[in-house]
């Protein structure tokens, strides 16, 4: 009966001090002075137009700066499996005999790749 009791008032004591804290936190929420309902719509319409232009520019930033064309044999495809770290950046080629060639003469094949460009 004792540990009964012990166990009620703990948990007592839990829900109690759960309940404070909600209370104050809950005291703590400050409104936006002057923000109409309307006004706050427009405001969430504006910034997810500012966010869609913001993912179109980033989306056009990285397919000006993504290989996709090998640059040993201009025209095939990359495969991403097969690739070189190159002055800290990932140069792709469609067949190892592509990368074995870059390798070889990495300064010829330079200017071709997007991510080298300034």
């Known amino acids: 009966m004792e540990l009964n009791r012990k166990k009620l008032a703990s948990f007592m004591l839990t829900a109690g001090m759960l309940f404070a ?7 703590c ?5 002057g923000t109409t309902e309307p ?7 504006e910034m ?7 993912d179109e520019v980033a989306t056009q930033v990285a397919s000006a700066t993504e290989q996709t064309i090998c640059p040993v044999m201009n025209g095939n495809k990359i495969d ?10 990932k140069v792709y080629f469609c067949c190892p005999g592509c990368k074995a ?15 080298f460009k300034k």
């Open 48 to 54: 997810a137009k500012q966010e869609t232009v913001a």
């Open 29 to 33: 929420k400050k409104s936006e002075p």
């Open 80 to 89: 991403k499996n097969i690739f070189v770290e190159y002055q800290g950046k």
């Open 101 to 115: 060639k870059f390798l070889a003469e990495p300064e010829k094949y330079i200017a071709k790749l997007p991510q």
């Open 39 to 45: 006004e706050a719509t427009a405001m969430k319409q």
């Open 21 to 27: 804290a909600l209370v104050i936190l809950n005291g």
